[in-house]
């Protein structure tokens, strides 16, 4: 078992930034891909970013392309997300997700951590 707690978020203007942290504990070695998440009231789950095992590898959804950045610090156990310019549509719950394959489907992902609300407004 894999166990994934997600901090960082908050409350922040438009254009401000944030940088959410993933710290994982239990059987990683098993983990290949960490990735993010995000949830809206109303909306379903849609990915955000993910990242391989050696950092090499880094998707992004359109929508995040060029103002978040994915990291991960294997040494720490602990993947991160860095979101600059943000607005209002950035709002969410944002989740943090760990695999042992690939991909942008919430179903790719076996382990998911509680979430973190970001609110992005005025």
């Known amino acids: 078992q894999v166990q994934l707690v997600e901090s960082g978020g908050g409350l922040v203007q438009p254009g401000g930034s944030l940088r959410l942290s993933c710290a994982a504990s239990?059987?990683?070695?098993?983990?290949?891909?960490m990735g993010w998440f995000r949830q809206a009231p109303g909306n379903e789950r849609e990915f955000v970013a993910a990242?391989?095992?050696?950092?090499?590898?880094?998707d992004y959804a359109d929508s995040v392309k060029g103002r978040f950045t994915i990291s991960r610090d294997n040494a720490k156990n602990t993947a991160y997300l860095q979101m600059n310019s943000l607005e209002p549509d950035d709002t969410a719950v944002y989740y943090c997700?760990?695999?042992?394959?690939?991909?942008?489907?919430?179903?790719?992902?076996?382990?998911w951590g509680q979430g973190t609300q970001v609110t992005v407004s005025s």
């Open positions: 239990g059987t990683i070695y098993s983990i290949n891909t």
């Open positions: 990242i391989t095992r050696s950092g090499n590898g880094k």
């Open positions: 997700a760990a695999t042992t394959d690939w991909g942008r489907q919430p179903v790719a992902y076996d382990y």
